[in-house]
């Protein structure tokens, strides 16, 4: 987003919600900020502690904080057995609903059920707390019934995108050394079987931690089941027994809940860990800051449990909150391109957490989509992901919305936790701008910053930063502290740093500008590009590559792979096809480049450094700017030359 035409002045005070001025959300902010410990100590109140916590923040190891030390909790217990005892017992707690549209539903006591079960078949497999369980399933009930049964015995969870490729599950099964690994025998995608059991196959045979498969039978497509390790889900799920009670293991408030593996600047994904009870209180609180869902609400995050978003608003935070949240398996558009609009109407969804990649699609298909469906359940809309722009912004506020509905922008990240500047309808609505994330939540000590540390002040770009540690904050990098402290913490001392450019307009507004590091968000999938460089030059072809993002009007950014070939090798249609292939074999889908740029030579300056600048040039058609430590100008004009070609032949077909 350019951060010349940022609507700076537009606001909005939907009319739904009364208008209200901000000055309590800024209490709420001041509170906060003066008296961190305090604050945090009531909010903690609202979850459930065996044994209550010492110190509210320890802070005596920066930048390895330790909230609510001391304290005792387990999330299932949370999650589960307190709404069971209570009045939550028969309240849903998730609608599901498959790609093929078949629909089911889990109250909180039955979900209770299937979590101790699955607990007692964790335990009689040997896991014990501290055990790794990597999960490997599309979004369906057994997804969150893992998470859930892997945090009440005290296990680790790591999940990983159901759309990964062998290679790239492997990595992380063996960094993080899991024991167990939860499958299914395939998933669907747009109404095709998906054979992902395959793929875990593949990914088993290099790699020594697990012992035990646990397959769900999802598409009933046939596959192999290797004897001794693999088991079905629901045989081992009989054999637990129907009423097993299993005790919630007391964990401390530091001790890790889950990895999740995100990318960043290096070819290797970062294993983000979070902690239990900080991240158990942000997950609650930014919640109900945010949407502030009610028992009467049916709650609906379209994120897949394979990201962050899905793990805290798909999981944590509703269940903690009683909440009764709709789960969804499949794709906006399949089979008509109205699914979203239909679920909506169906099942009387009330609060729709959406994403601008999807906003950007609808547009797309036209209105008349959306306006076949009576959406009048609908009292909230979020988004996530990215930067919406504010075109699409004002079209998901008028032709969702009907320019009555709030749109609750939240920016975020894996490693904040949860949501970090975002408009909160739950404490009074702030006042909206299209394309604005708004202001920091409460305990949130936001900045934006220049290169050398000072603060830009209001209307200038620079990187946003958070001054104060807050409870959802990753703890580490699992089994590698030195890298988290240099990722985040290296730029400044105790500043941790988020990688993205925002800009602050005169009323104090963030406005989130993308990514100032390698890493792109395609779609609102976070990809580093060294991850697909690293791909790209593990082909025999290739001698060197470079991807950039290119912008793109509905995926947000598209990677593109500038590369150049080993001697031997010929540019071809068939070679840019099998280079594809091969980033979809050895990252996934996700990632697949929009173009594959074949070239002599890439820009680098004398040192060798490839000047990605002057191929963002290239991309964008601005001027190449400065080339005096180019090692050979011409290669920028070759580079040119070939693009245009590829533009040229991209365009015939
Ligand atoms: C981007 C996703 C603008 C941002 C929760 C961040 C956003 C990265 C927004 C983290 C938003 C996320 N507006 N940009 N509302 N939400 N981002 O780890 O660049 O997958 O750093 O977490 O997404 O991506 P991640």
Redesign the pocket.
Known sequence: MSEASLPFNEKYCPSSVSVTSGEKRRQEWEKSIKNLQEFWAEKAKAIDWFKPFDKVLDDSNPPFYKWFAGGELNVSYNALDRHVKAHRKNKLAYIWEGEMGEVKTYTYYQLYREVNKLAKVFKDFGLKKGDRVAVFLPVIPELPITLLATARIGGIHAVVFSGFSAEALADRINDCGAKILVTADGSFRRGKPVAIKETADRALLTTTSVEKVIVVKRTGQPIQMKEGRDVWYDDVMTKAGANVYVEPEHMQSTDPLFILY?SGTTGKPKGVQHGTGGYLVWAYWTLKWAFNPSDEDIYWCVADIG???GHTYNVYAPLSLGVTALLFEGTPDYPAQDRWWDIIERHGVTILYGTPTAVRMFMKFGEQWVLKHDLSSLRLLG??????NPEAWRWYYRVVGKEKLPII??????ETGGFMIAPLSGIELTPLKPGS?TLPLPAINADIYDEKGQSVGTGNKGLLVVKSPWPGMLQTLWKDPERFKQTYFGKWANIYC???YAIKDPDGYYW?L??ADEVL?VAGH?IGTVELESALVSHPAVSEAAVMGKEDSVKGEVPVAFVTLRSGFQPSDELRAELVKHIRTTIGPIATPDAIVIVNKLPKTRSGKIMRRILKAVLVGAPIGDVSTLEDDASVEDIKVTYEELRRQINKK
């Open positions: 995100t990201w962050i978003t988004t996530v992901g990215e930067p919406i922008d939240t920016w975020w990240q894996t994330a988020t990688g993205d989130l993308g990514r968000k976070r």
